[in-house]
């Protein structure tokens, strides 16, 4: 823990002396990136670097709700015409209808939805039509 600035003495000297001291000891050595550019120094100031860094490194990403779930019900169609099977699919279909049919009863926050349930007899049809099955 560093120890409390003594009275009387300028910050500017006691700040030197700490990190005078912590090289000594070896502290910044082997630092991560030591030697190395600093990243993104040539792109625009972005006040949200930091967290954009963070969700990057963590392989995270933020949609509203309304758009996360317009993105999920466009997996789940292609998730459906791919399936092995017609029930898998109707399956699929069927689960992001429910939710699709939650988010229009208790609106989500973000853009509007504009998303209706899939017509889950077009969609099996579709499904047939691309595996040969009539």
């Not at 017509?119 to 040969?132: C, F, K, P």
């Amino acid at each position: 823990m560093t120890e409390r600035k003594p009275p009387g003495l300028p910050v500017e000297t006691w700040v030197d002396r700490q990190i005078r001291e912590a090289e000594e000891r070896g502290e910044f050595r082997d630092l991560p990136g030591a030697g190395k550019p600093l990243p993104a120094l040539d792109q625009p100031y972005d006040d949200l670097w930091w967290v954009r860094g963070k969700m990057a490194e963590e392989q995270l990403s933020y949609l509203p709700p309304s758009l996360a779930l317009r993105k999920e019900a466009e997996d789940a169609l292609a998730a459906a015409l791919a399936a092995r099977g017609e029930r898998e699919a109707e399956r699929i279909i069927e689960d992001v209808n429910e939710k699709i049919r939650a988010a229009i009863r208790h609106p989500l926050e973000g853009p509007p939805l504009n998303l209706a349930p899939f017509d889950t007899a077009h969609v099996l049809r579709e499904w047939r039509a691309r595996h040969g099955r009539a």
